[in-house]
């Protein structure tokens, strides 16, 4: 099993920045596809971005695409998302979540965290 623990949310200005970080134990980290999810209030879950194993491959949600960046340390046991150019529209709970597979399907994650909360102000 895997034991995921997201920090780094917070209040923000429309324009600025946040690091969302996401602290992982029990099997090797290293052999999971990491990804990114978020749920705005009154929405579905949605993708946002993944990342393999290794760090090698990534992938976004368009929305995201150019303002996201999603790296992972894996002596640290750590995943990120440095979220850059935050507008209104990116308010959500932000969760992390392990998979065996490479997806950005959430049904094919197996593991996730309780989340933690983004609010960008207009």
């Known amino acids: 099993q895997v034991q995921l623990v997201e920090s780094g949310g917070g209040l923000v200005q429309a324009g600025g920045s946040l690091r969302l970080s996401c602290a992982a134990s029990g099997r090797t980290f290293s052999s999971y596809n990491m990804g990114w999810f978020r749920q705005a209030p009154g929405k579905g879950r949605e993708f946002v971005a993944s990342?393999?194993?290794?760090?090698?491959?990534?992938s976004y949600a368009g929305s995201v695409k150019g303002r996201f960046t999603i790296s992972r340390d894996n002596a640290k046991n750590t995943l990120y998302l440095q979220m850059d150019s935050l507008k209104f529209e990116d308010t959500a709970v932000y969760h992390c979540a392990a998979a065996t597979s490479w997806s950005a399907t959430e049904t094919n994650y197996n593991y996730w965290g309780q989340g933690t909360q983004v609010t960008v102000s207009s």
């Open positions: 990342i393999s194993g290794s760090g090698v491959s990534t």
